[in-house]
C-alpha cells in the first residue's frame, strides 16, 4: 500500500523557519517524483514545490520561491521542505503528493498543519 | 492564464448518478489532463481520476471522468450514489509544469 506521511508542522512566529519532512512506503520512492501542495485554512489548493527521482529537476510556486528548498533523500524515502522567512500567507496544511507522471498527484499523504501566528 | 470553475455544491440521493463539471475559461480543456481529488470531511485527499479519465487503483468503477470539447470542460460522474462519497471534489489541470490550476471545489451532498 502505497503511503505518505508528513511531519514536522507547527506554530512559528512570522519571519521564522519550519522543515517538514515526508516519509514515503509501499512503492519504490527512488523511481517517483513528488510534489508539496497547500491548503490554507477553507481555502483551495495550491502547488507549491516538485522535486524529481533524481533530483536533478526542481520547481517552486512563485509564492515560495527564494524562501523554501525542496530536497530528498532516496536512502530514506525522504522528502524535506525546508521553509524560511514564513509569513500569516504561508498558514496552512502541506500535503506530499506522489506525482501521477502528468503534472499531478496520484496518492497523498494525509498532511501537516503549519501556522504562523505571533 | 485560465481557471477551472465548478459548481459550489451538488446533492443526489443514493443510488443516483451525479455529475460535476469543470469549465475551463479559457484554452483548449483537451490541451492538458483533468485530474479529480476528492476530500472527504476532515481527511486528506483521494485522487480518483487523473489524466481525464483513468482511475486509480483501489478507485471505485463508480467513478468515471470526461472531456466535452463543446463546453470546454471536463466532467467527474459518480454513479450508484453511497453516502461515503459525500466529499468536496477538486479539478485540477495545468499551465505548464509550475502552473497548476484547482478548480475551487465542489460539494457533493448525498441526502
Known amino acids: 500500500e502505497v503511503q505518505l506521511v508528513e511531519s514536522g508542522g507547527g506554530l512559528v512566529q512570522p519571519g521564522g523557519s519550519l522543515r517538514l519532512s515526508c516519509v514515503a512506503s509501499?512503492?519504490?520512492?527512488?523511481?517517483?517524483?513528488i510534489n508539496w501542495v497547500r491548503q490554507a485554512p477553507g481555502k483551495g489548493l495550491e502547488w507549491i514545490s516538485y522535486?524529481?527521482?533524481?533530483?536533478?529537476?526542481?520547481y517552486y510556486a512563485d509564492s515560495v520561491k527564494g524562501r523554501f528548498t525542496i530536497s530528498r533523500d532516496n536512502a530514506k524515502n525522504s522528502v524535506y521542505l525546508q521553509m524560511s522567512s514564513l509569513g500569516v500567507e504561508d498558514t496552512a496544511i502541506y500535503y506530499c503528493?506522489?506525482?501521477?507522471?502528468?503534472?499531478?498527484?496520484?496518492?497523498w499523504g494525509q498532511g501537516t498543519l503549519v501556522t504562523v501566528s505571533s | 492564464n485560465f481557471m477551472l470553475t465548478q459548481p459550489l455544491s451538488v446533492s443526489e440521493s443514493p443510488g443516483k448518478t451525479v455529475t460535476i463539471s469543470c469549465t475551463r475559461t479559457?484554452?483548449?480543456?483537451?490541451?492538458?489532463?483533468v485530474q479529480w481529488y476528492q476530500q472527504r470531511p476532515g481527511s486528506s485527499f483521494t485522487t480518483v481520476i487523473y489524466?481525464?479519465?483513468?482511475?486509480p487503483s483501489g478507485v471505485s468503477d463508480r467513478f468515471s471522468g470526461s472531456i466535452d470539447r463543446s463546453s470546454n470542460s471536463a466532467s467527474l460522474s459518480i454513479s450508484g450514489l453511497k453516502t461515503e462519497d459525500e466529499a468536496v471534489y477538486y479539478c485540477?489541470?495545468?499551465?505548464?509544469?509550475?502552473?497548476?490550476?484547482f478548480g475551487g471545489g465542489t460539494k457533493l451532498t448525498v441526502l
Open positions: 503528493g506522489r506525482d501521477s507522471g502528468i503534472v499531478g498527484v496520484d496518492y
Open positions: 509501499g512503492f519504490t520512492f527512488s523511481n517517483h517524483n
Open positions: 522535486i524529481n527521482f533524481k533530483s536533478t529537476t526542481i
Open positions: 479559457s484554452g483548449n480543456i483537451a490541451s492538458n489532463y
Open positions: 489524466e481525464d479519465n483513468r482511475r
Open positions: 485540477q489541470s495545468y499551465d505548464s509544469s509550475t502552473d497548476w490550476v
